[in-house]
């Protein structure tokens, strides 16, 4: 239940994730605004994602892995799941892979981790 309390939040947004990366996609405009959008909201969603897992699993104690090694865990699982979402995306319609998305979400990986450590190693 400890576990469930201090990653509650990471959780749903790694659910949030998945249900907004695998939704069957539409036919947009190629402007540059839009990739522009589209790439920062990768990096933006997975930054958050890395921040909430190592805050919740350094805090927890149940799984003591999780809560000694948060920041590997962390940054190992997100990179997983991204890359997993982004294979998945070949059973959604109108969706692909694409390596610029892979590409950005492991930039957002790392600017959480980065983030982490500014905000509690500083």
Known sequence: MEFLRYNLFGIIWGL???F???LPGQEM???ADLLLFDRVAHAFVFMVWVLLLIVGFKKQTTVLYLHYYAERA???IALLYSAL???LQFFSAGRTF???DLLMNT???LMGWILFFI???L
């Open 16 to 18: 949030l994730i998945a």
């Open 20 to 22: 907004l990366v695998l």
């Open 29 to 31: 405009p190629p402007t």
């Open 74 to 76: 962390a940054i190992f």
């Open 85 to 87: 979402l982004e294979e």
């Open 98 to 100: 694409e390596w610029e």
């Open 107 to 109: 930039v957002g990986v």
């Open 119 to 121: 905000i509690y190693k």
